[in-house]
T-cell receptor
Framework: DTGVSQNPRHKITKRGQNVTFRCDPISEHNRLYWYRQTLGQGPEFLTYFQNEAQLEKSRLLSDRFSAERPKGSFSTLEIQRTEQGDSAMYLC??????????????FGAGSRLTVL | EDQVTQSPEALRLQEGESSSLNCSYTVSGLRGLFWYRQDPGKGPEFLFTLYSAGEEKEKERLKATLTKKESFLHITAPKPEDSATYLCAVQASGGSNYKLTFGKGTLLTVNP
């Protein structure tokens, strides 16, 4: 088990371009999350998948953002027509479903996006 | 809406100088309170989960405690390698009981 893997680690793009990030969760985890973190802030929730179903999307996730998790394995986060305000660290996390007790999220190293 | 407030925003200590970080929270029902450590350019790394008031957990030089309104992360005799941002998060019971709501973190710097 190599933990949560995210690619690419860094992406620099020009405003208006589309970008896609990939997340490979821990294999036995059926829950997957995307968070966004800007400098000096804590991670903010974007979206949540249970298996292949996207069960919640934050209002932070505008129409330019789309996330998928085909077959309940890896996930992609696409940002269309990027804006400078999209510059941030995009964090992926995964967890196993627990009927009792808290749900510990394991985070990846993140994908840093810089929009010029 | 769940809220987490961490203080101080930044803390600078000398090696060996013990101190505490504070996390105040409001949540409709607490499923768990989490502490994570985050190094620059990396994702958060899990430290502790606390479930109920009065609970304490320890790991090396760190001890986390929980009351009904706040949590403390006590750092005893810190070393320079303890320098990082420490994030507090809550997980609510009820509908959205799978996600974490984070505070802004406390940036800890330990000088040798």
């Amino acid at each position: 088990d190599t933990g949560v893997s995210q690619n690419p680690r860094h992406k620099i793009t020009k405003r208006g371009q589309n970008v896609t990030f990939r997340c490979d969760p821990i294999s036995e985890h059926n829950r997957l999350y995307w968070y966004r973190q800007t400098l000096g802030q804590g991670p903010e929730f974007l979206t949540y998948f249970q298996n292949e179903a996207q069960l919640e999307k934050s209002r932070l996730l505008s129409d330019r953002f789309s996330a998928e998790r085909p077959k309940g394995s890896f996930s992609t986060l696409e940002i269309q027509r990027t804006e400078q305000g999209d510059s941030a660290m995009y964090l992926c996390a995964s967890s196993a479903r627990k009927p009792t007790g808290a749900n510990v999220l394991t985070f990846g190293a993140g994908s840093r996006l810089t929009v010029l | 809406e769940d809220q987490v407030t961490q203080s101080p925003e930044a803390l600078r200590l000398q090696e060996g100088e013990s101190s505490s970080l504070n996390c105040s929270y409001t949540v409709s029902g607490l499923r768990g309170l989490f502490w994570y450590r985050q190094d620059p350019g990396k994702g958060p790394e899990f430290l502790f989960t606390l479930y109920s008031a009065g609970e304490e957990k320890e790991k090396e030089r760190l001890k986390a405690t929980l009351t009904k309104k706040e949590s403390f992360l006590h750092i005893t005799a810190p070393k320079p390698e303890d320098s990082a941002t420490y994030l507090c998060a809550v997980q609510a019971s009820g509908g959205s009981n799978y996600k974490l709501t984070f505070g802004k973190g406390t940036l800890l710097t330990v000088n040798p």
